[in-house]
């Protein structure tokens, strides 16, 4: 596998392929570098197939999933020193790698809020203000993202569940009701584990917010209300530092909203908690 690029082994594939993996791989293979930067739902749609499809056919070519499909063809098209960082170049000294980054950053929260809906920013609040109980779901690198989440919305004086054991994950999506929220954290929309969480809590008539980055994803069919970050325009945005920076501010935009709700409310909250937690600093 390792020694053919993808597009070698779809080529290779394409005599023993259904009808519908064919129509698939003609769409790849004439749209190489498109792919690299569309999600499961959005490459179904154009090739005119189901989602379930997309994923039978990188399994049918020997991947894991869609997501390692798109990773082994970035690896045919994008060069091994950019796939770490695209802004990076072999040679940048450690004053210009760091304001690449830095500029990265802040390139990613100018086009964030931009693009913010705000009248989602206030849902969101409103219904996490209103519920009973609070659920976050993320995996990898958007599980951080949740505990600061958690974090935060603890300060004020809501109680918060995040697991980071998927298991625990999916049983306490079964057991959230329509009194509750359910919020999934996400780049893509299209993670498994957290989108079946989301699907639970929605069967039980939970609220449901998604924050993520890619637009006609499978979490945006689960969601009352989602907000979207912007990111990094590269087959690996979903590890971007920058993408996370971008969906922690829409955290702290959701929490500042729900201060400003009942200020003295949750000020005295805030109050509370840090002189619990003082007895552990210096």
Same mark, same amino acid.
């Given at each position: 596998?390792?020694?053919?690029s993808c597009?070698?082994?779809?080529?290779? =594939?394409?005599?023993?392929?259904?009808? &519908?993996?064919?129509?698939?791989?003609?769409?790849v293979?004439?749209?190489y =570098?498109?792919?690299?930067?569309?999600?499961?739902?959005?490459?179904?749609?154009?090739?005119?197939?189901?989602d379930?499809?997309?994923?039978?056919?990188?399994?049918?070519l %020997?991947?894991?999933?869609?997501?390692?499909?798109?990773?082994?063809?970035?690896?045919?098209?994008?060069? =091994?020193?950019k796939?770490?960082?695209?802004?990076l =170049?072999?040679?940048?000294?450690t004053?210009?790698?760091?304001? $690449?980054?830095?500029?990265?950053?802040?390139?990613?929260?100018?086009?964030?809020? &931009?693009?913010?809906?705000?009248?989602?920013?206030h849902?969101?609040?409103?219904?996490?203000?209103?519920?009973g109980k609070?659920?976050?779901f993320?995996?990898?690198?958007?599980l951080?993202?949740?505990?600061?989440?958690?974090?935060?919305?603890?300060?004020?004086?809501?109680?918060?569940?995040?697991?980071?054991?998927?298991?625990?994950?999916?049983?306490?999506?079964?057991?959230? %009701?329509?009194?509750?929220?359910?919020?999934?954290?996400?780049?893509?929309?299209?993670?498994?584990?957290?989108?079946?969480?989301?699907?639970?809590? $929605?069967?039980n008539g939970a609220?449901?917010? %998604?924050?993520?980055?890619?637009?006609?994803?499978?979490?945006?069919k689960l &969601?009352?209300?989602?907000?979207y970050?912007a990111?990094?325009? &590269?087959?690996?945005?979903?590890?971007?530092?920058?993408?996370?920076i971008?969906?922690?501010?829409?955290?702290?935009?959701i929490?500042g909203?729900?201060?400003?709700?009942?200020?003295? $409310?949750?000020?005295?909250?805030?109050?509370?908690?840090?002189?619990?937690v003082?007895?552990?600093k210096?």
């Open positions: 596998m390792a020694q053919s597009s070698q082994i779809i080529r290779a =594939e394409l005599p023993d392929l259904t009808e &519908t993996e064919t129509k698939i791989a003609k769409y293979l004439e749209n =570098e498109e792919v690299l930067q569309l999600n499961v739902s959005e490459l179904a749609q154009r090739a005119g197939v189901s379930a499809s997309i994923v039978r056919f990188s399994k049918r %020997g991947y894991k999933g869609f997501i390692d499909f798109k990773m082994n063809m970035a690896r045919d098209v994008i060069p =091994e020193e796939q770490f960082d695209p802004v =170049e072999q040679g940048d000294g004053d210009i790698a760091c304001r $690449k980054i830095f500029g990265s950053a802040i390139d990613v929260l100018n086009r964030t809020i &931009t693009l913010l809906n705000f009248e989602a920013v849902k969101a609040a409103v219904y996490i203000l209103n519920a609070v659920a976050i993320a995996t990898g690198g958007s951080v993202v949740a505990l600061d989440a958690q974090h935060k919305l603890m300060k004020i004086g809501i109680e918060t569940i995040v697991y980071p054991d998927v298991d625990m994950q999916l049983m306490a999506s079964t057991i959230l %009701g329509k009194d509750d929220v359910a919020i999934c954290i996400s780049f893509s929309g299209s993670n498994y584990n957290s989108n079946a969480c989301m699907q639970h809590a $929605k069967n609220r449901c917010i %998604g924050i993520l980055s890619q637009k006609n994803s499978p979490l945006t &969601t009352d209300v989602v907000i970050s990111y990094d325009e &590269t087959i690996f945005q979903s590890e971007s530092t920058s993408t996370r971008a969906q922690l501010a829409i955290i702290d935009c929490v909203e729900i201060a400003l709700q009942d200020y003295d $409310k949750f000020n005295r909250a805030i109050s509370d908690t840090r002189e619990a003082s007895a552990n210096y």
